[in-house]
DNA sequence: CTGTATCCCGTACGATACTG
DNA sequence: CAGTATCGTACGGGATACAG
């Protein structure tokens, strides 16, 4: 039970401190916390975690994100360095996309989240059903 | 490099099955990375994760949540089995909220996240300030 | 003290059309 | 193939006022 205290005391100064900043900068981990709520940056991590990917490849592996989601996503996760892009000059123009060292890094942390996920699943499916119940 | 493949995999799969579920219900583990990105949830999680508090306690120690947006998501903790609400029917009443045993087993994967982002930060920062140079 | 109800706005995102 | 440009909308979330 105590053992995430440091971890939370960690948390909230970061956020406190980020939040005097005033409207100068946001907070580094609210920062990073955006990016893996956004809609598709995890997903396009993950698949790109599989193998470096073209973008016309990408596109047909997740058919439900549209063209410009898609566009934006990745040149979102290339500003920040996780995401590299590769040009190659051939007839018809291809462009790879694939993890840089920081963006691996990324899969190990995120993959615990991803863990508790899928173990809480039940838990919370029932947690729901009883509070809706009641309700 | 070949670590998180299995994990990447996984995520995918439990990902694209959800799709099929149509709008039935959403992907859990879209589910679950919804509420971490979320402008508040687990802010309110890191600060019960110290001890349990009140509703005015909490909202005092996050001055800048409306409070509208505090009981909004203290409720869907709640809902989701994340945090239980006991109800002390004092003089004035009072309301105390505190992590259930579901929600701090949350605190330990999303610490690993925290880490990864205090670690990453100044790589992820150069990084911008190298594309946005370019750009 | 602990909420609920209403109004309002910015923006994240999708759909569609066009370009080198 | 790999994008950019434009438009329209749904919704998260803030401000404010009211209530038990």
Redesign the interface.
């Not at 975690?49 to 934006?72: C, G, V, W, Y």
């Given at each position: 039970?105590q053992?995430?205290?440091d971890?939370?005391?960690?948390?909230?100064e970061?956020?406190n401190a980020a939040?005097e900043v005033e409207q100068t900068g946001t907070c580094?981990?609210r920062?990073?916390?955006?990016k893996?709520?956004?809609k598709w940056s995890?997903?396009i991590v993950?698949?790109l975690?599989?193998a470096p990917k073209r973008f016309n490849q990408l596109h047909r592996e997740i058919p439900?994100i549209s063209q410009k989601m898609l566009t934006q996503t990745l040149r979102d996760l290339?500003?920040?360095?996780l995401v590299s892009r590769h040009v190659f000059d051939t007839k018809p123009p291809s462009v790879e996309y694939r993890l840089t060292g920081?963006g691996?890094?990324?899969?190990?942390?995120?993959?615990?989240?991803?863990?508790?996920?899928?173990k809480?699943?039940p838990?919370?499916v029932?947690?729901?059903a009883?509070?809706?119940e009641i309700a």
């Amino acid at each position: 039970m105590q053992q995430g205290s440091d971890i939370a005391g960690e948390f909230v100064e970061r956020w406190n401190a980020a939040a005097e900043v005033e409207q100068t900068g946001t907070c580094p981990v609210r920062d990073v916390l955006d990016k893996i709520g956004d809609k598709w940056s995890m997903l396009i991590v993950m698949y790109l975690a599989a193998a470096p990917k073209r973008f016309n490849q990408l596109h047909r592996e997740i058919p439900d994100i549209s063209q410009k989601m898609l566009t934006q996503t990745l040149r979102d996760l290339q500003r920040d360095g996780l995401v590299s892009r590769h040009v190659f000059d051939t007839k018809p123009p291809s462009v790879e996309y694939r993890l840089t060292g920081l963006g691996q890094s990324l899969i190990v942390p995120f993959g615990y989240l991803i863990e508790w996920a899928n173990k809480s699943i039940p838990e919370i499916v029932e947690a729901r059903a009883c509070f809706d119940e009641i309700a």
